[in-house]
């Protein structure tokens, strides 16, 4: 039984990480506001991309850095925002709840 429940787990991690993506938008011109945690989060793929010189920003209507956006299924579902001094006032908390609020609600 405890390897059933081990492996469902695994499973349930595997769904998880392959639906839920967060991506880190920043610009080289504003490399001390990197969002330091992001790698930090968890049951999601991460990625961090520089918008400066490539349509990025256009696509993802990008309007200030930095900004992490949840995408589920390749959707947008969350955007969090830095403030109007370039600084991400959500903190790792906030969005790894998000995240598992997002998990959860997959069940």
Known sequence: MKALLTILALLVNTVALCQIKAVHFNAEWNEQNNVEWFNKLSDCNKKSLTIDGNDLQQKHQ???????????????????????????????????????NLIMSEF
Not at 76 to 97: G, L
């Open 62 to 100: 990008i309007a200030i850095v930095p900004t992490i956006i949840i995408f589920n299924d390749n959707e947008e579902v969350k955007r969090f925002q830095a403030d109007i001094s370039f600084k991400m006032p959500a903190t790792k908390n906030d969005i790894q709840e998000f995240i598992d």
